[in-house]
């Protein structure tokens, strides 16, 4: 049947009709339209981890996070005038900078889906309290509170620029909406919330070790 039509079309009618490419194009815009239009007409909660992550609604152009996730490194150049470089039968063409742990890990903080005591308060309200807090000894960790207050990650927040030099932070809409490289960059050094974990439980003795 596909043979048959193609051959029962002539010129003119296959220089009218649209192509693949332009089909594809034309359904990328209109779902990206109805869903900017839902957006609108439900935005998130002005609260939400949602309304910090994704402030503006959906469009065709990728998130700052993505583009950065997507980076690889700077593949070898030739001299001019030189012989292209050979490049080793191990080399990949797809090598980011971060690992699938650490984007995944900024991807779960940015819609507060991870391993913070505001996650387990409300799908866990049943455990213990300490399971809710940081190691710091705060009572309820929070993605704000990994990103800004956690004096554990302070060291790793200040060389990787999450905080301004006279030790403000950013706003955290900023670090996940702006340059995203900063906030993938201390996720790598400090492994922040890349595992549970838990407050100190008060009913265990305390071990130095």
């Not at 980011?96 to 903080?109: D, I, K």
């Not at 190691?135 to 704000?144: F, M, R």
């Not at 909406?177 to 009913?203: Q, R, T, Y």
């Amino acid at each position: 049947m596909v043979a048959a039509a193609i051959h029962s079309t002539n010129q003119a009618e296959e220089a009218a009709l649209p192509t693949f490419a332009w089909l594809l194009q034309d359904m990328w815009k209109v779902t990206f339209d109805k869903w900017g239009a839902e957006w609108s007409a439900n935005p998130p909660h002005e609260a939400s981890m949602s309304a910090l992550s994704f402030p503006v609604p959906p469009s065709s152009a990728n998130h700052p996070l993505w583009v950065t996730c997507v980076k690889e490194l700077e593949k070898p150049k030739c001299p001019p005038g030189e012989a292209p470089l050979l490049i080793p039968v191990t080399w990949l063409p797809c090598c980011p900078f971060h690992t699938c742990h650490t984007t995944t890990t900024a991807a779960h903080l940015m819609v507060g889906h991870t391993f913070t005591g505001d996650y387990s308060c409300h799908f866990h309200p049943n455990f213990p309290e300490f399971h809710h807090g940081c190691s710091c000894g705060i009572a309820t960790c929070s993605v704000e509170h990994v990103l800004c207050d956690c004096p554990w990650f302070a060291p790793a927040c200040r060389t990787h620029k999450l905080t301004h030099p006279g030790g403000h932070h950013h706003p955290l809409g900023q670090s996940f909406n702006g340059a995203a490289g900063p906030l993938l960059d201390f996720l790598k050094a400090s492994c922040a919330a890349f595992k549970p974990e838990v407050g100190l439980n008060p009913d265990v003795p305390f071990d130095p070790r």
